[in-house]
């Protein structure tokens, strides 16, 4: 009913110009951000939740669950002590820690602070690291299954070899026409058909909107009783 | 057993060809200039100088660590060219949490190295969850009554004239994910501005059909374009050091393939 | 330079080269770092989530308005949205946490259809009109393209012509319910070609944007690799590989032995 309800203003909204409807639409918008805030810590709590319930049972793995916790008791105390220090111990603020004047004093996550520094120094580097690993199994991939059997496959290794060499400067070292070409086969193929896939998207998602709407999809409210 | 191995030893041997492709490159300096910089980059150069003095521009950057190599060099050369033309700066994410450090880095860095003042000259937006760009059609205080670090927007001199989206004369997007569907559909939609975009290269060749509708202006896709916008901004950094190893190991790469297609036929014709 | 500059380079590089053990096999180190790595997260969102969204968008101002609301003070001023207009975020909010407890949990789909309600009924008008029409207008006109000179103008329209046929040839392809035989047929495999192209572009693409990933890690290692940072990054590599090698010499002894044929 909410679900109805709501989506059914929001569809008309659109179409009234009156400054009620702009006005529901500003604050229905700003409510959104909050609730999206709260749904942050929501997610954060179910995740403690599973990898407690690892450890708890002693399950294949659960020491790794136990330095999943490390990580979240250090990054939640980086974020929050300066807060605490600012709080009630404002006296102890502007000391220096390894080298830095007053890092105790920058809470939450303003840039200088200690939960900066966790951010930058340990979340920065695995989370770049973790991605580029794929830029070494694509070079295993490209020689193992990277294979021209039929046309079609002929058509996309050109395809993908042209655009790998325009990427580069190389490219219109080889050949002057190479930049051309890969900009000829973005704007014209390439455009063609994702925008083909734009249009294919698109009205899937209307229609799942929909059905968000109506009622009929309610996998987002999750299972259990009513 | 010793097919494992086989497997596995052709995997180890393809990772330390890539490694050295990767890593000698680095140490050997020579020079690759581009022969040609691409309209779709041009395009943004073009309309960053075509702004007058003091005109507020957005960079909502929607990247973590993750998609830092291909999209912090783009944006540090495009903050430089911003500071240069004396534009105000006004950084903010709709992307999450994790843009928020990385965008206050490369901003600040740049302001420090030219002199901007925080709050005339630049100022840095926190994340807000939810249709926020909706909001800022509306009413931009709303959206954002404080900066990142709490203190008050409105009174911001950076803030001069802007009451909503409509006023900021460009925004450009650093875009590691689908922000900049949102600043389509919605931003354009509503609120009229014009969009660019500096993306990963994953995502490049899926908006083509946004430049040729004119929703986007212009796009940098990729470590590739973002060395472009270096030579156009005249300041080389990490982007064009990043094309020597990039050439060499899209090279091995060709290679790579053409012997998986030589041996894939091979064993075709003797299995015949 | 300051210590804790070092001691996060070594912390850097340290974490980097465990998640690269991963490029030998699946190991304790690459595990370990993975759940720091979320661990981290969740801590840092935790974080984000209160002191930039939850405090100043909620509590703050709503802390405001009841002192406001008693008759006392408060400097600055009440802000446009600092009304009792935010119960009712307040509330959703409250129903939201409810998750965490079994026997009302069913109070937080009540938020959730909230938030996925006005979302979609938001995005219909507006994605139809950005990613439908404004899509189909440059697909049909105009039809013929003036360049400056009439080489241009041929090409362009010539362009505009292709992807036209493109976008039709590709939409053709996806309908399932028409038999591709005959003119159908010969129509989807065009599209088939069009899509090839745009997949091999794509993956170029893809190659290319790895690629870049993995060569700003290395730029940053051998960055860690010079005397300054003490040269951390070959100091810590070496004790990867070591660690490495003790596991698989774990590993192997720690295999039950193989029994001998009779």
């Not at chain 2, 492709?21 to 910089?37: C, D, E, M, N, V």
């Amino acid at each position: 009913m909410i679900a109805f309800v709501m989506g059914i203003l929001f569809i008309i909204q659109f179409f009234v110009p009156h400054q009620w409807s702009q006005d529901m639409l500003t604050w229905v918008t700003k409510w959104l951000s909050i609730i999206g805030g709260v749904t942050l810590l929501v997610g954060a709590g179910s995740l403690i939740h599973i990898h407690y319930a690892k450890i708890k049972r002693r399950v294949a793995g659960w020491g790794y669950s136990g330095v999943m916790f490390f990580g979240l008791i250090l990054s939640l105390s980086a974020g929050i002590t300066p807060a605490l220090i600012i709080l009630f111990a404002p006296a102890q603020g502007n000391q220096s820690f390894l080298g830095i004047e007053g890092i105790n004093t920058v809470p939450g996550v303003e840039p200088g602070g200690p939960l900066d520094w966790v951010f930058m120094k340990m979340f920065n580097p695995m989370s770049a690291t973790m991605f580029s690993i794929l830029g070494f199994f694509m070079a295993s991939a490209a020689f193992r299954a990277f294979r021209a059997r039929s046309l079609e496959a002929t058509l996309l290794l050109v395809a993908a070899v042209l655009i790998m060499l325009g990427q580069t400067p190389l490219g219109g070292m080889l050949w002057s026409g190479i930049p051309d070409i890969m900009a000829w086969l973005l704007a014209v193929p390439n455009t063609a058909a994702k925008r083909a896939i734009i249009f294919g998207v698109v009205l899937g998602s209307i229609a799942t909107s929909l059905r968000i709407i109506f009622g009929i999809e309610r996998s987002y409210l999750g299972g259990g009783k009513e | 057993m010793r097919d494992e191995f086989r497997y596995n030893l052709t995997r180890w041997i393809i990772f330390i060809l890539v490694a050295l492709a990767l890593s000698i490159p680095q140490f050997i300096k020579f020079g690759l200039p581009w022969s040609t910089t691409a309209r779709v980059v041009h395009n943004i150069y073009d309309k960053i100088e075509s702004l007058p003095e003091g005109s507020p521009v957005i960079i909502s950057s929607s990247f973590d660590p993750a998609s830092a190599g291909e999209l912090k060099p783009m944006e540090l050369a495009f903050v430089r060219q911003c500071f240069r033309k004396n534009l105000r700066v006004i950084g903010l994410t709709i992307w999450g949490v994790p843009a928020v450090p990385m965008m206050t880095d490369i901003i600040n860095q740049v302001a420090k190295e030219m002199g901007k003042q925080y709050g005339v000259d630049y100022v840095i937006l926190p994340f807000k969850p939810g249709p926020v760009y909706l909001t800022m059609c509306q009413d931009f205080y709303l959206a954002y009554p404080s900066d990142h670090k709490d203190e008050p927007t409105k009174p911001m001199p950076v803030f001069k004239g802007i009451r909503t989206l409509k006023d900021i004369k460009f925004l450009m997007d650093f875009a590691a994910g689908v922000t900049i569907d949102y600043w389509i559909t919605y931003g354009r939609e509503k609120a009229k501005i014009d969009l660019g975009l500096g993306c990963t290269a994953v995502m490049a060749t899926d908006y083509y059909p946004y430049l040729q509708s004119k929703q986007l202006l212009g796009l940098i896709g990729g470590l590739g374009a973002a060395s472009q916008y270096e030579a156009l901004v005249q300041k080389p950094g990490t982007a064009t050091e990043g094309m020597r190893p990039q050439t060499v190991v899209h090279l091995l790469i060709i290679a790579l393939i053409m012997v998986g297609n030589l041996i894939f036929i091979v064993t075709k014709s003797k299995r015949r | 330079m300051p210590a804790i500059e070092i001691i996060g380079v070594w912390i850097a590089a340290g974490l980097t080269l465990m998640m690269y053990s991963f490029l030998y096999k699946d190991n304790p180190l690459f595990k370990f770092g993975e759940h720091l790595y979320v661990g981290i997260t969740v801590g840092y969102a935790l974080c984000y989530a209160w002191f930039s969204i939850v405090w100043p968008d909620l509590v703050k101002p709503l802390y405001r308005v009841i002192v406001a609301t008693t008759g006392k003070s408060i400097e600055p001023p009440l802000e446009r949205y600092e009304t009792w207009w935010l119960v009712i975020p307040l509330f959703f909010s409250i129903l939201m946490l409810t998750r965490f407890l079994p026997r009302i949990s069913w109070l937080s789909r009540w938020s959730f259809a909230f938030i996925m309600g006005t979302g979609s009924g938001m995005s219909i008008p507006y994605v139809v009109s950005a990613s439908l029409f404004k899509q189909m207008e440059p697909t049909l006109r105009p039809f013929i393209i003036k360049g400056t000179t009439t080489t241009t103008t041929l090409v362009d329209t010539t362009s505009a012509l292709l992807i036209l046929i493109g976008v039709i040839a590709v939409l053709l392809y996806f309908f399932f319910s028409l038999e591709h035989k005959g003119v159908i047929g010969g129509v989807a495999r065009l599209g088939i070609f069009y899509m090839m192209v745009a997949f091999g572009a794509a993956f170029g693409y893809t190659i290319m944007a790895r690629e870049s990933l993995a060569i700003a890690r290395v730029q940053e290692l051998i960055k860690w690799s010079s005397r300054e940072y003490y040269y951390a990054t070959i100091i810590l590599l070496v004790l990867v590989a070591g660690l490495l090698a003790l596991f698989e010499v774990i590993r192997i002894s720690s295999r039950p032995p193989t029994s001998p044929k009779s």
